[in-house]
């Protein structure tokens, strides 16, 4: 009975995998970054706007019918904020590794991402965590490249980001399965 369980288990993950295709893909996004603090109430100002490029690349991405599952990295580079009273808060240069979904609905998409990550301050020698995760809209205009609506969430140091954005993907397009 064991043996007949394995094998029957063995059957239905090779026939899931044979449906499965390798789709990696890079997106370019630029963002607005509205910064909160959380941590200081007497804080003059709360928050801080700057302004973000970011850049991911998914090599661990698999297709499944319209669901995506993917794996990969994400560069950030973030601007120091506008000043505002002859203070400004820095920007920094972020590395992050992410793990995704999608789901899709003909020519659009619905993503979510979460990852975690490092992150350097500009002319300063100082390192700091963080944890982010987005939301993502695609709209498909040919089957390797989508117009992506992205919206992050990043919280570090007592701070919490939202970076509202628009970007290109480029996938690379499914084999044929003949």
Not at 56 to 76: D, N, W, Y
Not at 128 to 145: K, N, R, V
Request: proline share 3%; glycine share 6%.
């Amino acid at each position: 009975m064991k043996r007949l369980f394995l094998l029957l288990n063995l059957l239905l993950i090779t026939a899931s995998l044979s449906a499965a295709s390798w789709t990696p893909d890079v997106k370019a996004y630029a963002s607005a970054v509205f910064s909160i603090n959380t941590a200081d109430d007497n804080d003059r100002l709360p928050s801080r706007t700057a302004f973000a490029l970011n850049i991911e690349a998914s090599p661990l991405a698999v297709s499944f019918s319209s669901h995506r599952l993917s794996s990969g990295l994400r560069l950030s580079i973030t601007s120091d904020s506008l000043e505002y009273m002859n203070t400004t808060l820095l920007g920094s240069d972020r590395l992050s590794v992410f793990i995704g979904y999608e789901k899709a609905f003909g020519h659009l998409a619905i993503g979510v991402d979460a990852g975690i990550g490092l992150a350097l301050v500009n002319r300063q020698d100082i390192m700091y965590a963080f944890l982010d995760s987005s939301l993502t809209l695609a709209w498909q205009l040919a089957s390797c490249f989508s117009v992506n609506f992205r919206t992050g969430f990043v919280y570090y140091r007592q701070r919490f980001e939202i970076q509202p954005g628009i970007g290109a993907c480029l996938i690379l397009p499914p084999g044929d399965r003949k």
